[in-house]
């Protein structure tokens, strides 16, 4: 398993099971569980993970993971931007074009990266498209499947 996924394992575990009230604690817990790694990329995990404060009054902020119906609500409002935008969808090989609305690239974009979809490494955007880069073993029917799989309204 990829050493991120592990660390992102790792910090979700221990924002559950501990009060970490920051991130050098929490830095400090993860070298303890083995894993090297610096503030920036911390920073970056809590930011994907969409990792909040909560207050706990008079004792200060602890971290807190969202809620389901948190990552629900964010989930159906990245589906509506990929709908809003899309029109087509293109593969040759691993790399596919996705035609949008004048505009709309960028949120389709962010709409499939913050999906998580398996098998998408990434995507870069323009003003009316958008470049899909697939993992080698994934082909554009898989894709597609995934997408009309986690986005029911999707038709292609």
């Not at 087509?88 to 035609?99: A, C, D, M, N, Q």
Request: charged letters at 30%; hydrophobic letters at 40%; glycine letters at 8%.
């Amino acid at each position: 398993m990829k050493e991120r996924t592990l660390r992102l394992r790792a910090i979700k575990k221990l924002i559950r099971a501990h009060r970490i009230r920051s991130q050098e604690v929490l830095l400090t817990q993860l070298q303890n569980e083995g894993f090297q790694v610096t503030q920036a990329t911390l920073s970056r995990d809590l930011k994907y993970l969409k990792v909040g404060k909560v207050s706990e009054g008079d004792e200060g902020y602890f971290y807190a993971l969202p809620s389901d119906d948190d990552r629900r609500e964010s989930e159906r409002h990245h589906i509506q931007d990929f709908l809003r935008g899309y029109i087509s969808l293109e593969f040759s090989r691993p790399v596919g074009v996705i035609r949008t609305l004048t505009g709309h690239a960028n949120s389709v974009a962010i709409a499939l990266d913050s999906l998580h979809l398996e098998g998408l490494i990434g995507t870069i955007a323009g003003d009316d498209a958008v470049l899909v880069v697939l993992a080698e073993n994934i082909t554009g029917e898989q894709f597609l499947e995934t997408l009309r799989t986690r986005i029911p309204e999707f038709e292609e």
